[in-house]
């Protein structure tokens, strides 16, 4: 496991991000070039080495242990997996094209997942089915209706 300090040190050098302080010791590193009003990557980066990366919007976040708020457990990650993990997580925020999931159900129907700001929206053509705080509300929704990523 990566100290508290090593993992500083790696996330430091990614330039685009910016440290901010908060409180029992723990440290946030913001990436402000967000294309999103999420703008947290490194959360509660803790001095006992516990602390966690935005994955939500990663294309291969089936890698990882995503948790209901979109963040991943970085307590025992290698300075390689943490240097991957944070790169995505930037790049996952950096893209200017708006983020859309089509799924589909059995009876071939097709509903649109399309970020709106901060909320995730189901469109059925162009009525809106629903609306989530959270990407991953979205698709247990999506899941629970019977529907799949096409």
């Known amino acids: 496991m990566l100290t508290f300090e090593e993992k500083l040190t790696i996330i430091e050098a990614f330039p685009t991000l910016k440290r901010k302080d908060v409180s ?3 440290v946030n590193f913001q990436f402000p070039d967000s ?25 291969n976040k089936n890698d990882y242990d995503v948790d209901a708020k ?14 991957k ?32 700001y901060d909320s995730w929206n ?7 089915d629903g609306t989530f705080s959270t990407y991953n509300a979205a698709v247990d929704y999506l899941e629970q209706e019977g529907f ?3």
């Open 122 to 128: 189901v469109y059925a053509g162009e009525m809106l």
């Open 35 to 59: 294309v999103l009003d999420k703008k947290n990557i490194v959360y509660h980066l803790h001095p006992n080495g516990n602390g966690y990366v935005y994955a939500e919007l990663l294309n």
């Open 85 to 116: 993990i944070i790169h995505e997580a930037i790049e996952s925020l950096s893209e200017q094209e708006p983020f859309q999931e089509t799924w589909i159900n059995r009876k071939n129907q097709i509903l649109d997942l399309i970020n709106d």
């Open 148 to 150: 799949k990523r096409r």
């Open 24 to 26: 029992l010791g723990r």
């Open 70 to 83: 979109g963040m991943v457990n970085i307590r025992d990650f290698s300075a390689i997996e943490l240097r």
